[in-house]
């Protein structure tokens, strides 16, 4: 890890608490990486990753991180796992996680919340699943935020039916390649080992009966069917999600290399709409290719949380090309709130450039898709249960398209 964030150049500050001082440091540079030399005599990094240094570390333009993904996900199951057993080396046992420069990130939080870890589970009947939640850390236990739809969330309910807890690691400080094959959607057979094999090389090595990966810090335990409070803590629109009654993680092992650097993910910042956001991307993109196979470019924009709001950019060859999109988009990623649709001449990472499209573009009584009462986000703070999504195909017209010509200075003056 240590290469990577050199590669990153952050900016570095000497000292902070773990309590608010991390979470301010990281507030007031949320974008850009940033390197703590002291936060209870660890060190500790975050804003690591957003579309900039994604590309940077993966040797593309931020405009081919979809596309990056895409093959990846499409070439999943080509990937190669190694094991390399030498990995067990690099790391000591530790007793008292409460020593670890876990964050407090927000005045009203809960406490100390593990917020970058990937956690690895294995079934014998689907194989390995990674994924990321949010994990509160208390004195005896650990308390982990499981969504219902998601497949740890299956795979728990599947041990307890079986009658036994669910063994898991939690791996914290690992390679990108990681991160966003844990934040990817697919079925469950789906392996995310394997799609991020294809985008960096993965070795793994056995710890506590899982395979796990290189990681600055790692923790065993069992997912229980014993339940904690877990909240309030903010979730990626920056606001406060509720308290809930969630599975308690019972700590097995600590583990941590040497001199490891802790990863802190500030909720609701860049680098956790980033993570969660962009691998939404290509499958945003392959529904809307179903329908409109001149489709080019998808993005979950940072404005909407990269969550709520998207803008997808086709090659325009029918009237209607626009509104098949709107609805293709909205199928394709259900927590979509609002949608724009925009030509090839709009350049959909420029906000500005959107919004001229609209401007310039776009008649109310014509151009707005609005479907009332549909399965919203349970992250818009808005939404009742359900929500009304809007489409706005701020495409040019095929016919008199000269009229919306954009106005160039020749190149060869």
């Not at 179903?290 to 950019?313: A, D, E, M, S």
């Amino acid at each position: 890890m240590r290469e990577l964030i050199e590669k990153l150049k952050p900016k570095v500050y000497e000292k902070a608490s773990k309590k608010f001082g991390v979470s301010k440091i990281l507030k007031e540079n949320d974008g850009k990486p940033i390197y703590i030399k002291d936060v209870d005599d660890f060190e500790v990094v975050g804003n690591l990753w957003s579309r900039e240094t994604l590309a940077k570390i993966f040797n593309v333009k931020k405009e081919e991180l979809l596309f990056l993904l895409l093959n990846a996900i499409e070439r999943e199951k080509e990937g190669k796992v190694e094991i390399n057993d030498d990995l067990r080396e690099l790391y000591i046992k530790d007793k008292n996680i409460l020593s670890w420069p876990i964050p407090t990130y927000y005045e009203k939080d809960a406490g100390p919340y593990i917020t970058s870890g990937v956690v690895i589970a294995y079934d014998e009947d689907y194989g390995y699943n990674l994924s990321i939640h949010r994990i509160l850390v208390k004195e005896s236990h650990l308390v982990i935020r499981m969504v219902e739809q998601r497949h740890l969330h299956f795979l728990y309910n599947k041990a307890l039916r079986e009658g036994r807890e669910l063994e898991v690691a939690i791996a914290i400080g690992v390679h990108p390649s990681l991160l966003l094959a844990a934040s990817t959607s697919g079925d469950i057979t789906f392996d995310e080992y394997k799609m991020a094999s294809i985008l960096n090389k993965v070795e793994v090595f056995e710890l506590d009966n899982l395979l796990v990966p290189e990681a600055e810090f790692i923790i065993t335990g069992k997912i229980c069917k014993e339940l904690d409070d877990e909240g309030p803590f903010v979730d990626i629109t920056g606001t406060y999600d509720k308290v809930r009654k969630q599975p308690i993680i019972k700590i097995k092992n600590l583990y941590r290399k040497e001199k490891p650097i802790f990863h802190a993910l500030l909720p609701g910042g860049v680098e956790h709409k980033t993570l969660m956001g962009l691998p939404q991307e290509p499958r945003i993109y392959k529904i809307v290719r179903n329908t409109i196979p001149t489709v080019k470019n998808v993005v979950l924009t940072t404005g909407g949380c990269c969550w709520l709001h998207g803008v997808v950019q086709i090659e325009k060859r029918t009237e209607g090309d626009g509104k098949n999109a709107i609805l293709a988009a909205l199928a394709g990623h259900p927590s979509l709130k609002h949608v724009v649709v925009v030509d090839e001449d709009i350049n959909i990472y420029d906000i500005n450039d959107v919004e001229y499209a609209i401007a310039t573009r776009v008649q109310g009584d014509r151009d707005l898709v609005i479907i009332k009462g549909a399965k919203g986000s349970s992250l818009d703070p808005s939404s009742d249960g359900t929500t009304t999504k809007i489409g706005i195909d701020a495409t040019k017209p095929l016919k008199d398209r000269e009229k919306f010509e954009k106005a160039k200075i020749p190149s060869d003056i």
